[in-house]
């Protein structure tokens, strides 16, 4: 489902088709977040796992070793996220928690 293109037409007053919002195929995709503690990166493993992690769309990390992690408040405080896509809501969560496990960030506290 094109949900983009259903909220443009929906703000630009256009009618929304009730079949362009049913599914087109059996998939699913998710995204999460990572959220290590605040302090100083000392270093941070296995950017390579997650990138040859199955199913793996995307993925990034806003900071990097030597940088500070700030306390999360809002949407720029977010440490990286990875995006994955699955066969089924469930194959997509299993990749992403493989995906996730597969970094490991260190951080020292001030």
Same mark, same amino acid.
């Not at 996220?81 to 896509?85: M, T």
């Given at each position: 489902?094109?949900?983009v293109e259903a909220v443009m037409r929906q703000?630009?007053?256009e009618t929304v088709p009730a079949a362009s919002l049913a599914p087109?195929?059996?998939a699913a995709t998710a995204i999460r977040y990572w959220f290590p503690p605040p302090g100083r990166i000392a270093s941070i493993e296995g950017r390579e796992a997650v990138a040859r992690s199955e199913g793996v769309l995307r993925w990034g990390l806003f900071r990097d070793v030597g #940088?500070?992690?700030p306390v999360v408040r809002s $949407?720029? #405080?977010r440490f990286g996220?990875?995006?994955? $896509?699955g066969a089924s809501r469930r194959d997509a969560k299993h990749r992403l928690d493989v995906?996730?496990?597969a970094l490991l960030v260190a951080?020292?506290?001030d």
């Open positions: 489902v094109n949900l703000a630009l007053g087109t195929r059996d #940088d500070v992690q $949407h720029p #405080d996220f990875v995006l994955v $896509h995906a996730m496990r951080v020292e506290s």
